[in-house]
């Protein structure tokens, strides 16, 4: 995005309105800070989730989840954050947050926030297991990648949420005439869900080049075929649609060779992230 149409009035005024940008809770930054510090335990950044019972809920809600097979083994964050570890505490914090913020819009007009949290969940499983066996991307690490597939489409959620029936019409015509969505969210409104969604990284602190992974998660070609970091998430993106259409052919063809190179994978590494997306997609039903 230019900068002139990031200044773009409308966008200007969907940041403004009632909506606005949610910001990441406060438990949230304070355990992100205590998992970067050595000296600090798994139990005490447990206990700090805790402290937040609405929040912890959640965390011990996901964390029994099929996702994560605890399947309601866990009765405590502390006990989350030891069996889990760390760095999927972050995740399922960090999942949980956004969760939150979000939870009463259910199904308003056609959009459906339970189908697109889903698939979410889905790019972020695949966007994490690509890059813990990609040989040319290292920086952002796996679970980075994981927090940047879970929002990378969360830009639509600030446009149903802030241009109501305006975004719902632009909703129906693109499936309708099987339209690319972000090609009607800029024809109607002169940006798309990924202009929002970058900012909304940003505001999170999230690395630059999450921010612009998620920018660029649709294209320009140029920006995938330059920019590893980018690759790896609009292609994940891409295999997601394809599984989700039942279709591992369209799936597999998504990671051809100049893209493994470009990345990378091997073709054993994308049958182990075949298997590995099978078994979420079983576990979450
Ligand atoms: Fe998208
Ligand atoms: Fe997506």
Known sequence: MTLSSMSHPALQKLLRNRTSIPTIPE?????????EDPDVGTAEIGAVVAE???LAAKVLRIANSAYYGLQGDCVSTEQASTV?????????????AVFDRFEDISSVNGF?????????????????????????????????????????????VIMIDGLG????RCLNRARRYAYPLHLVEREEFE??????????AARWDLPEKVCHAIQYHHGPREKVEQDPVISLIAHANL??????????????????EQVREQ???????????????????TGAG
């Open 27 to 35: 438990t949230v930054r304070k355990i992100n800070a205590l998992i």
């Open 52 to 54: 937040d019972a609405p």
């Open 84 to 96: 889990l570890g760390l760095r999927v505490l972050r995740s399922i914090v960090t999942q949980a």
């Open 112 to 156: 459906s926030f339970e189908e697109m949290w889903q698939h979410s969940l889905r790019v972020a499983h695949t966007t994490q297991a690509i890059a813990r066996r990609s040989r040319v991307v290292s920086q952002p690490t796996p679970d980075e990648f994981y927090v940047c597939g879970l929002v990378h489409d969360i830009g639509k």
């Open 165 to 168: 029936a305006d975004y719902a």
């Open 191 to 200: 940006f798309s869900h990924t202009d929002v969604g970058s900012i909304v």
């Open 239 to 256: 295999w997601v649609h394809g599984m989700e259409q039942d279709s591992e052919d369209a799936a597999r063809a998504v990671f051809d």
């Open 263 to 281: 990345l990378g994978l091997t073709e054993e590494h994308i049958d182990e992230i075949l298997e590995h997306t099978l078994a979420i997609w």
